[in-house]
């Protein structure tokens, strides 16, 4: 009996890698020549693959199947507290027009939404010159700071995005595009950035973004963790006593931002006298051997440590990847992160353990954005209710 394998189920396995001829798909699917040969045509017909004559000599030459990224794009837009990216990707999330904004986000959603949807228009103006034919867009992939709705595709009560909180993006995009938008926290765009980086290789893994605030995005067993409410690694609100009554950006106190994020240290510095408005001066600054810097950072990294250390004994996992702003002195924040992770998690949690840039970079946030609409909207359930349509 053929078991009940979908057009959709079999375009995962393409896109995989996982089976590459139709005689792959028969011994992994056990779907008989005439229900492939069905299925597959479905797919070629939304442009989603292609076959080509394989190279081999001797016998019948077996056509080797393909994605075609070029099928479509996807729009991706990491909106960050005062640093907006943008790009428009094929298929596959690599981006082929970019850009990067300095915008607070501060003033509120509409005017930072329709700067949004204006340079995404923009941006497919710019791949598209003259008004041609731009392709097909298949999906939007946000990411915001703080904690998503993601059915609403909303904020939920984030400090950074006040006045954001409940407000659907979706409908600010409408007169760029009618199709699905995604929207995830940056942690979690981080954490899913790394499918084609450390996730090769690991299966479960923490992504800690240390920039303006601290976020931590969590895969256990290769699979993203959003957590009830989609609160999941809210990891700079965590209380430690060496923040104990000190206000925190949240409105509570005692945080572990209070004292280590980034906004906290700008805070450090400029009531010594230094006009720094961004941690971004304080990385740079580090980069270049600053004394200060460096050590700012690394006891940053210290404090964070403390409370990850938590984390890592609890989940024992196999990485920690570190992002963000301050993530990009990687080697100056590591080995502060060492320090405390390594002294007060379990021996048996950081055996093993490994200490990882991102991948991507700064880029890391809009390489996940793309994925999160990607997986949204490739996905076999949603390629199959497309066929069906």
Known sequence: ?????????????????????????????????????????????????????????????????????????????????????????????????????DHEVSAGADAAMQFVGDEFAALLAQLSPGGQDQGRIWGVGLSIPGVVDIDKGASVDSPVLAGWDGIPLAPYLQHVTSAPVVVGSDCQALAVSERDGHLR??????????????????????????????????????????????????????????????????????????????????????????????????????????????????????????????GAAFDVYAAGLRESLYSRASALATRDLKLLPATHGERAGLVGCARLALDQVLAPAAIDALLTR
Do not use: Y
């Not at 199947?65 to 070029?70: A, E, I, N, Q, V």
């Not at 240290?265 to 006298?273: K, W």
């Open 201 to 326: 290789e690991v299966r479960d893994l923490l992504a800690v973004k240390a920039s303006t605030g601290f976020g931590l995005g969590v895969v256990v067993d290769g699979r993203l963790v959003r957590g009830h409410r989609g609160g999941a690694g809210e990891i700079g609100h965590v209380k430690v006593d060496a923040a104990a009554g000190l206000p925190c950006r949240c409105g509570d106190s005692g945080c572990v931002e209070a004292i280590a994020a980034g906004w906290a240290l700008v805070q450090q510095l400029r009531a010594r006298g230094d006009d720094v408005a961004h941690v971004r001066e304080v990385v740079a600054r580090a980069q270049t051997g600053d004394a200060e810097a460096r050590a700012l950072l690394r006891e940053s990294a210290r404090r964070l440590g403390e409370v990850l250390a938590d984390a890592v004994t609890l989940l024992n996992p196999e990485a920690v990847v570190v992002a963000g702003d301050m």
């Open 1 to 101: 009996m053929e078991r009940t394998t979908t057009a959709g189920d079999l375009l995962q396995l393409i896109r995989a890698g996982q089976v590459v001829t139709r005689a792959d798909l028969q011994r992994h699917t056990g779907l008989s020549r005439t229900a492939i040969t069905s299925r597959l045509a479905a797919l070629a017909d939304l442009g989603l693959l292609t076959e080509a004559e394989s190279t081999a000599t001797g016998g019948r030459p077996a056509g080797r199947l393909r994605f075609s990224p070029g099928a479509g794009l996807v729009l991706a837009g990491a909106i960050g507290r005062s640093r907006i990216q943008l790009a428009v990707c094929d298929l596959d999330g690599t981006a082929l027009v970019s850009s990067s904004h």
